[in-house]
Nanobody, 114 residues
Framework: AQLVESGGGLVQPGGSLRLSCTAS????????MSWYRQSPGKEREFVAA????????SVADSVKGRFTISRDNAKNTMYLQMNSLKPEDTAVYYC????????WGKGTLVTVSS
């Protein structure tokens, strides 16, 4: 099983990015999926979770109203639309199941800076 995150980059404060998480070797549609992020010197933290049908389960307070989680089960892919980005959103973003039972991918780096 493999998870590959993509879509990160350098963006100015207030900008937007859309991250993708593509799974191979397992059927993503069978799992509740989550996004996580890790900033330098900090623990990996939860960002958002989505159920198997595409309904949002939970979103961290720090990103509520700015980030939207979604999925396309036909493409075995999950997304994170990030709007109104802030410097404190700078982190490596990862995806995994809600129970974190798949091998972690390399993540995708999001840098919010002017």
């Amino acid at each position: 099983a493999q998870l590959v995150e993509s879509g990160g980059g350098l963006v100015q404060p207030g900008g937007s990015l859309r991250l993708s998480c593509t799974a191979s070797g397992f059927t993503l549609s069978a799992y509740i999926m989550s996004w996580y992020r890790q900033s330098p010197g900090k623990e990996r933290e939860f960002v958002a979770a989505i159920n198997t049908f595409g309904g949002t389960i939970s979103v961290a307070d720090s990103v509520k109203g700015r980030f939207t989680i979604s999925r396309d089960n036909a493409k075995n892919t999950m997304y994170l639309q990030m709007n109104s980005l802030k410097p404190e959103d700078t982190a490596v973003y990862y995806c995994n199941t809600a129970t974190r039972n798949q091998p972690w991918g390399k993540g995708t780096l999001v840098t919010v800076s002017s």
